[in-house]
Each structure stands twice: as structure tokens, then as C-alpha cells.
């Protein structure tokens, strides 16, 4: 996940365009030289929204079902066919992979199909077309099995789903052990950057937003994460469809990262906008605490 100079990433991150006091996305000020954000994570979450909107409209017709060569990742999870190079099915996978911490850490091939996304994967994956999204979201047989294999590696990562309704998640008992491999495999984090990315695109973007604040609170409140947090700030945090809860992400991050003339991933004059709204609300809950 390399850098790239920092005065471009204007060009990469629309999540401000709206803000009446973001006037000039141009200005390079707004982004200091030396702030250091990571472009090519900028560009590649951009990217991948940009994929999100211009697949929500569901204008596919269902003959496209019978093409197995365009969709072998919604046919994968129909049951239908095995992931290469195993020969397994979904079910079969769920059962058996399940808990399994050592093959799970150690295999590489299996979470391009687990979770699929625009992007070509390694390992035999096939990237989905935009039709396969749309299939796969008004599949919902499909989306159960995809929920399985959500609860699967959150229960790899030591987090418990406590909400299927809302995407709620929590630390799993076994959490402590699960954090320390994820601190010792960092690879682990292009991982969750690609579950993020698949569940936006197949119908549970909803989840995004609690898995994103959980690792915002493990890495900059608790610090139980440290080799997750450059991750989390350059590309979970983007990887949030949903604009407005994008932006309290951002807003919650710059709340407790340290120290605050280094955070780069909103321009300052933002910066300046929430944290005044912080101290105003600080100065409100003091004010009702007398």
C-alpha cells in the first residue's frame, strides 16, 4: 500500500465535495505537502465507489443467470459450483473452514472467492461484472451464504456479529489471541479491506460503518490494534459507501488521533469545522453537568 505525493489527492477523495466551506478542491493547501496521505489508497477507494454507484440501479434481466463463464462468483454461491483450486462449495467451505485459525491464516486463495469484488483477484477468482452485482443482491439465498462467510472470518479476526439487523459487532471472547495474529499478519488488513469493499457492493453496505468504527475505537482508543491503524485510516474508513456516515468516521478519528496537526485524511479546513463543533458540544456537556 505505497505513497504518493499528497497534493493530488483531491482528485481521489470526493467525500467534501458537498461542504459549502470546501470551495476549491484544487488548492493545495487545503492538503499540505507534507502531509503524506496515502494517494494510491485514496484512488483505489474512490475507485471502488465509484463501482457502488453505478451498480445500484437493478436494470438486469435474469437470462443472465445461465452464462456460467461471467458469473462463477454468484454461481459459487448459489451452490452450484466449487472455487478453484480446491473444488469446494460454499457450504462445504462453511463447515469445514470454519474456526479453523491455522488454515485460515495460511491458505491465500480462498477469500477472493469468499468475497468477490470488481477488482481481478489472484489464485483462479474472477472479478464480478456489474451484472453479477446486480444478480447477486436480489439473490437472497445467496446473501445468506454471503452473511455466513462475514460471521466466518469476523470470527477469524475475533469480533462477533451481534446484529444482523444493523451490522453491530463487538470483541469475540477469544479476542485477545485473534488480535495479536492480526498485529502479527499484517496482510490480514488488505483482507478486511476487501470484505468491506464485497459486502458495499452485494447488498450490506449497512455493515460497513459499525465494522469501520470498531476498528476506529481498537486502534485509536484502546491501541489493542496498532498494526491495523494506518490501514484503517487510509482504507477502511473509505471504503463507506454512505457519505454521511463516512464523514462521522472521519470526524470520530480526528476526535482521538494524536497529535492533530498529522491527520491527513480530511482537508483542514474541515478539520477546523469539526473541531470546533467538538468543543462547542464539550462546552454544552459541561455547561449541562454544572
Not at 480446491?86 to 462445504?92: H, K, P, R, V, Y
Not at 461484472?129 to 479476526?157: G, H, N
Not at 446484529?163 to 479476542?175: D, K, Y
Not at 482537508?267 to 468543543?279: A, D, G, H, R, Y
Request: aromatic content about 14%; hydrophobic content about 35%; glycine content about 4%.
Amino acid at each position: 500500500m505505497g505513497n504518493s505525493e499528497s497534493n493530488s489527492l483531491t482528485d481521489f477523495d470526493s467525500t467534501w465535495e458537498d461542504e459549502d466551506y470546501y470551495e476549491d478542491r484544487t488548492k493545495s493547501k487545503e492538503w499540505p505537502w507534507s502531509a503524506q496521505r496515502n494517494t494510491d489508497a485514496a484512488k483505489d477507494m474512490q475507485n471502488y465507489r465509484y463501482m457502488w454507484r453505478i451498480t445500484r440501479c437493478d436494470d438486469v434481466t435474469d437470462h443472465e443467470l445461465d452464462d456460467e463463464k461471467v458469473l462463477p462468483n454468484l454461481r459459487f454461491y448459489q451452490n452450484k459450483i466449487p472455487f478453484d483450486p480446491d473444488g469446494m462449495l460454499i457450504e462445504d467451505f462453511h463447515t469445514h473452514w470454519f474456526g479453523d485459525y491455522d488454515r485460515l491464516e495460511h491458505v491465500h486463495y480462498y477469500i477472493q472467492w469468499l468475497f468477490p469484488t470488481h477488482e481481478k483477484g489472484r489464485n483462479a477468482s474472477h472479478e464480478l461484472s456489474p451484472e453479477a452485482i446486480k444478480l447477486f443482491r436480489r439473490d437472497e439465498q445467496v446473501k445468506k451464504r454471503l452473511l455466513t462467510s462475514y460471521k466466518l472470518m469476523l470470527d477469524f479476526y475475533g469480533i462477533e456479529l451481534i446484529s444482523e439487523e444493523t451490522g453491530e459487532v463487538r470483541r469475540a471472547t477469544n479476542w485477545t489471541e485473534r488480535f495479536a495474529n492480526l498485529n502479527r499478519n499484517t496482510h490480514n488488513n488488505l483482507r478486511i479491506t476487501r470484505i468491506l469493499k464485497s459486502m458495499g457492493l452485494l447488498g450490506f453496505s449497512h455493515y460497513q460503518a459499525p465494522l469501520v468504527h470498531f476498528f476506529l475505537v481498537e486502534t485509536l482508543v484502546q491501541g489493542t490494534l496498532p498494526q491495523v491503524k494506518q490501514s484503517t485510516l487510509d482504507y477502511f474508513m473509505f471504503a463507506v459507501v454512505d457519505k454521511t456516515k463516512r464523514k462521522e468516521l472521519i470526524k470520530f478519528a480526528l476526535c482521538y488521533f494524536e497529535p492533530k496537526e498529522k491527520f491527513v485524511w480530511c482537508p483542514k479546513s474541515i478539520q477546523i469545522q469539526f473541531l470546533k463543533e467538538l468543543e462547542c458540544a464539550h462546552e454544552e456537556w459541561l455547561g449541562n453537568a454544572k
